[in-house]
């Protein structure tokens, strides 16, 4: 039996998401919120401990949000963006830390976002986007953008459970996201986390490509 205020906290996360998870998985992308091994794999590569502004992207009910919170600097700023109104407002009541910024735009705003709030760089981001489940134009401009924010030792971290299908018009079709990944940045790792419902591969990317390099190599393929 659950008698700790944590373990509350957990059955409310689970809850919470169960509920968006049945009424839009399209936008949700999953079925349970992410567990402690899938934070760890996440966060493991992150440069966290010196970091001034970490970015985590769809964050749900908090469970990447909170172990964040536990590695960054006290003097970090950690801004979350969320456009799911259920999971702002869970978000927004349960999770009390001044270093933590929950705001309600979509992943396309992100440079937008952040140079609005005075930042210009980022040193880790943190994503947990249903990047198959986005139209082209948004995913184009989310991952474009960290090629403007994140430096040579930032670090974006990616999971996915459906890494190989997408949906375009309605249908499910095929999506390499490892040769997308590769497109935006020069080293994608990618390890399976069995320890999860379901099992999520995660991608570790560094070496963020700028537009000019982008261009580039597009020029030369």
Known sequence: MIRSKDGHTKKKDLTTFAKEAVTDFRTVGAVAPSSRYLAQAMLGPLPLEKAQLVVEVGPGTGAMTR??????????????????????????????????????????????????????????????????????????????????????????????????????????????????????????KRRIIWRNLPPAFVFACRGPFSAETRRSLRARA
């Open 67 to 188: 172990a964040l919170l536990k590695r960054i600097p006290r003097d970090a700023t950690l801004i979350a963006f969320e456009i799911n109104p259920r999971f702002l407002r869970y978000l927004k009541s349960s999770i009390s830390d001044a270093r933590l910024h929950v705001v309600n735009a979509s992943a396309e705003t992100l440079e937008k976002e952040v140079h609005r709030r005075g930042y210009n760089h980022v040193d880790a981001v943190v994503s947990s986007l249903a990047l198959g489940f986005m139209p082209a134009r948004q995913r184009r401009e989310f991952l474009g953008a960290l090629g403007s924010l994140l430096g040579e030792e930032g670090v974006f971290t990616q999971y996915q459970y459906f890494h190989r299908l997408q949906m375009k018009n309605g249908h499910v079709r095929r999506f390499d996201l490892v040769r997308l990944l590769h497109r935006y940045f020069g080293s994608v």
